[in-house]
């Protein structure tokens, strides 16, 4: 069975396994999806091209856990609509963690399905291919090779029939297995940390803090330093002396906001270890290295280059926002370079970056791991260096290297 989960109560997002389905108009993918995640996630019809964008919903999947299930438009959808709607499917890859594959075991694979594997092979996603409508298909089940028609491609398949219910729940036991290999024990900070040990959090509360809560990232990272039975101590920069002076001995830990990583490295001695939220996200997503090197390269940047700062989300922009006011001032002021500065958020992270010197991304914490790697890779394939806020902002403040000696001790 499944079930939704809500927004704040539920495994964020970026956490779970996003598997997508896939497959061209017909094929029966929204029925298969349905018949999958046992509820109505996706509008069925017998009309050609009914999904039109991509439907995403988070859920427990059993025997899998928390995942996010994409259903995505047609891949063989035509006209300048249906190519953007073509073009929508072929982004969903960038995020996704395992892919399912529905091909109407009628008609058989098409140029464009086999055009898919070879992609879910080039990007090393695993997937599964769903021949769907077996209900229709007895007469060459019974003349499969080896009685169950499987063995007629050289891609991995399960027979499955969304009418029915047939072979659906192989279906989700072979997107487990597949899935198991990406299970990960990584943790945000508690590899750090023992037993006991105290984490001071640093967290500013001004205009950009959302009212009446945490941000996702702070409160991610509370939830790992209770996981590993360390204690958690949570501040405001303003209260930030009076919390050491109160604590008998000094913390093992400081975790701060980036933006406040000036005024922190100010009241923290040299002797406590101090880092920033977003070089532990850098971190968690596989692009610390990267991002050590991309924040290097703000020394070498000339008047007249394009910095591209990407969000990874749409949320409502604050006056003095930081990617839009603070950074590319603190930039300029630190590069003394007469810079252009280009912003995208959301899903328009651009595929062409070789017009820019270098991408500046936020902490990426509403994406997952996948999505953050390939955003780094486009970078690296094209040249362009790739850092991050948290990343940025400690080496303007000098403190890039003490920021990182936790990790590399
Ligand atoms: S802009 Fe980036 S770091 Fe900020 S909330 Fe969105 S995904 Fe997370």
């Known amino acids: 069975m499944a079930r939704e989960t809500s927004d704040f109560n539920g495994t964020p997002n970026a956490n779970r396994l996003h598997i997508s389905f896939f497959g061209r108009r017909n094929a029966g993918k929204s029925s298969v999806v349905n018949a999958v995640t046992g509820q109505d996630l996706s509008i069925v019809s017998e009309v050609k091209g009914t999904t039109t964008d991509p ?60 055009e898919l594997i070879n992609l879910f092979k080039k990007k090393n996603i695993p997937y599964i291919v769903a021949l769907n409508k077996v209900d229709l298909d007895m007469e060459s089940l019974m003349t499969g090779e080896d009685g169950d028609g499987e063995e007629q491609y050289e891609f991995p398949t399960v027979l499955v029939s969304a009418l029915t219910g047939q072979g659906i729940t192989e279906l989700k036991e072979k997107i487990a297995e597949i899935a198991k290999p990406l299970s990960t024990d990584k943790r945000l900070i508690g590899d750090k940390i023992a037993d006991r040990d105290v ?20 409160v991610q990272t509370i939830r790992d330093i209770l996981d590993n039975h360390a204690i958690s101590v949570v501040t405001q920069v303003a209260e930030l002396a009076s ?23 100010g009241i923290v001695p040299d002797s406590i270890p101090l880092t920033s939220f977003s070089i532990l996200f850098a971190r968690f997503k596989g692009i610390l290295d990267t991002a050590v090197h991309g ?115």
Not at 212 to 218: D, K, N, S, V, W
Not at 243 to 265: G, M, R, Y
């Open 55 to 114: 439907v995403k919903k988070a859920m427990e999947l059993l025997p899998l856990g928390p995942v996010v299930i994409i259903d995505t438009p047609g891949i063989d959808d035509d006209g300048q609509v249906g190519d953007k709607r073509v073009a929508k499917s072929y982004q969903v890859l960038s995020k996704t963690d395992v892919a399912v594959l529905v091909i109407d075991n009628f008609v058989g694979p098409a140029a464009e399905d086999l």
């Open 199 to 218: 984490v001071v959090l640093v967290t500013p509360i001004d205009a950009s803090a959302p009212k009446g809560r945490m941000i996702l990232p702070q």
């Open 243 to 265: 919390c050491l002076n109160a604590l008998k001995e000094p913390p093992a830990l400081i975790i701060t906001d980036s933006q406040a990583f000036h005024q922190v490295k």
């Open 295 to 409: 924040a290097r390269y703000l020394n070498q940047l000339e008047d007249g280059d394009i910095v591209l700062i990407s969000e990874g989300c749409t949320h409502h922009r604050q006056c003095e926002d930081i990617g839009t006011v603070k950074l590319p001032g603190w930039i300029e002021e630190y590069s003394g370079k007469k810079l252009l500065f280009e912003f995208t958020s959301g899903g328009q992270f651009p595929q062409e970056l070789s017009k820019y010197a270098l991408v500046v991304h936020c902490g990426g914490c509403m994406l997952n791991e996948r999505e953050m790697v390939y955003r780094q890779g486009l970078a690296e394939e094209q040249g362009v260096p790739f850092t991050n806020y948290g990343t940025l902002i400690a080496h303007i403040n000098g403190i890039l290297d003490r920021s990182l000696e936790i990790f590399y001790e």
